[in-house]
């Protein structure tokens, strides 16, 4: 259990369009969600935090505009980078935290496995 | 600083060997932390939780010194199938459940 998928897993595109990338839970129902992004070599970034029914929470320095973040469902979150550029080019990861009814403390995420993104 | 820091590698061992990795963290405040792996071009999945009287998942042992703010990992009878990298993840800010990874420590194990 506890499966999140990511679509499409690659994607190459021109400059200065835009790219949907999709997050989903398929066995349990996430509230949130998060957005990583990794560059080569480097460690997972937090970009954003993607709450169900509401406005998604930035991480500084990440622009909201650009980055848009949409969780419509329990089960989908989806990230639209805008306007994309050869510098966003990187590893886009999303997580899904799963809760445990009456275990306030359990905290595990789990990962989606990830979107490649080249931008020519 | 940074809020987690690992030492890179890499790290190269034969089969068999014992291995150990180290992780300062800077936030005092500091809820939870982990272990995960991550292969070559692959997400991150959790090896296991570190708790502060330390625990043991296998030939795999992580302990938590919340005085020095250092976690570890330690590694025994390495397998080739060990091989990837090792990041150590902490949750920091209290009620949000974010994680901040460090960078990761790199392993191969030789044959």
């Known amino acids: 259990g506890a499966v999140v998928s990511q679509h499409p897993s690659r994607v190459i595109c021109k400059s200065g369009t835009s790219v949907k990338i999709e997050c989903r839970s398929l066995d349990f129902q996430a509230t949130t969600m998060f957005w990583y992004r990794q560059f080569p070599k480097k460690s997972l970034m937090l970009m954003a935090t993607?709450?169900?029914?509401?406005?998604?929470?930035?991480e500084q320095g990440v622009e909201k505009d650009k980055f848009l973040i949409n969780h419509a469902s329990l089960t989908l979150s989806t990230l639209t980078v805008t306007s994309a550029h050869p510098e966003d080019s990187s590893f886009y990861i999303c997580?899904?935290?799963?809760?445990?009814?009456?275990?306030?403390?359990?905290?595990?995420?789990?990962f989606g496995p990830g979107t490649r993104l080249t931008v020519l | 600083r940074k809020e987690v820091e690992q030492d890179p590698g890499p790290f190269n061992v034969p089969e068999g060997a014992t291995v150990a990795f180290n992780c300062t963290y800077s936030n005092s405040a500091s809820q939870s932390f982990f272990w995960y792996r991550q292969d070559c071009r692959k997400e991150p999945k959790l090896l296991m939780s570190?708790?502060?009287s330390g625990n043991e998942d296998g030939r795999f042992t992580a302990q938590l010194n919340r005085a020095s703010q250092y976690i570890s990992l330690l590694i025994r009878d390495s397998k080739l199938s060990d091989s990837a990298t090792y990041l150590c993840v902490v949750n920091i800010r209290t009620g949000a459940n974010n994680l901040f990874f460090g960078t990761g420590t790199r392993l191969t194990v030789i044959p």
């Open positions: 997580s899904a935290r799963l809760l445990l009814a009456g275990v306030s403390s359990y905290n595990e995420q789990f």
């Open positions: 570190v708790y502060s």
């Open positions: 993607s709450n169900e029914g509401s406005k998604a929470t930035y």
